[in-house]
């Protein structure tokens, strides 16, 4: 998978998720139902914490600056702001190319680069410990609770 597929696929499941959540809030607001905002909220979690980390990712590998990797992890908390994200991006160039990265590509320099060199070369291995870390992290907050109590 490309660094472009990957990032669009993730930008946009993460506006897919939020369209999820919005509906599931209308539905309780109107009384129709309280359970499916739990589900929702759950899958909404989990795949913003996942683009989050393909965020990272991206930013590593495209050499992006500070103020891109950091609009495209704040523009994860706006509704549906990581699709147009991804069209600008795309539009400029900067989700353009391989992953830079690879066996037989640049050679990492620090340890960010170490880690995303190392995730390149064992790509189901990361995706399982990466699965395992951004569950955790979700299971953590689910027993942490909302962040406003209920009322």
């Known amino acids: 998978m490309s660094p472009r597929l990957l990032f ?14 919005i509906l599931a809030l209308v539905l309780r ?4 139902t309280d359970g499916a905002v739990s589900i929702a909220g759950g899958i909404h979690g989990f795949v913003f914490l996942s683009y989050c ?10 050499r992006w600056g500070a103020g891109t ?20 991006l795309d539009r400029k160039g900067k989700l353009a190319g391989e992953w830079r990265l690879r066996p ?11 880690v995303q060199a190392w995730v390149l070369r064992r790509p189901l291995l990361a995706i399982g ?5 951004v569950a955790v992290v979700f299971v953590v907050l689910l027993w942490l609770g909302p962040p406003v109590p209920k009322g």
């Not at 669009?8 to 959540?21: C, H, N």
């Not at 990797?69 to 600008?88: H, N, Q």
């Not at 410990?129 to 870390?133: G, K």
Request: hydrophobic share 60%; glycine share 10%.
């Open 69 to 88: 990797g950091i609009l495209g992890l704040a523009l994860s908390v706006i509704p549906f702001a990581t699709v147009p994200f991804e069209i600008v």
């Open 8 to 21: 669009r696929t993730f930008a946009t499941a993460e506006a897919f998720t939020w369209a999820g959540l």
């Open 104 to 114: 037989g590509g640049d050679t990492p320099r620090g340890f960010i680069e170490h």
């Open 29 to 32: 607001a109107t009384g129709v």
């Open 53 to 62: 980390v393909v965020t990272v990712f991206m930013w590593v590998n495209q």
């Open 129 to 133: 410990l990466l699965f395992i870390a």
